[in-house]
């Protein structure tokens, strides 16, 4: 009987020991495989985005209608968020349009009337935007002359900001 105990617990030892580990070490593995690909899936969705971007902002250097076409769309976009976050728009003026190196900067003055929040609102979309923007300046007069001047608490809350933003198209060269 001890014979055949000592068999069994030798052939357990020394056959079926190694078998846990190893799958212990491939599940190990496979977890670390897994957090790769989970990894390169994330990476490979904001790819996905960096490409939609610069599909969006990219012509030929000599491609001027396109340029005019994206500045068209761009100035329907922007009145559509500016509708849509309730800022009132005193002014808007598209600039000359600029070529910079690989660049080609449209320059818009905005002037609007809104408050903080509503200001930062419209930041944030202009950030989502699938356009690339540049905010080149704003100027806000706060000043203690605005609140002697201001007769109701409602246009206390309202800020006149003035803008100069441009949107960047990517110039692509032929060849």
Known sequence: MTIVFSGFWFVE????KPLPDRISDLEEEQITYNEKLITAQILSEKMDNVYSVFENNMALKDDNALKEDASIEFLNNLTDILNKLGITVLHIKPGVKEERATYTFIPYELEIECTFEKFGNLIT???KNKRL??????LLNNGLERLALSKTREALMNEVIKMKISTVTLNKSRG
């Not at 923007?133 to 704003?138: A, M, Q, R």
């Open 13 to 16: 030892s020394n056959l079926y």
């Open 125 to 127: 979309e202009l950030e």
């Open 133 to 138: 923007i540049s905010i080149d300046e704003f």
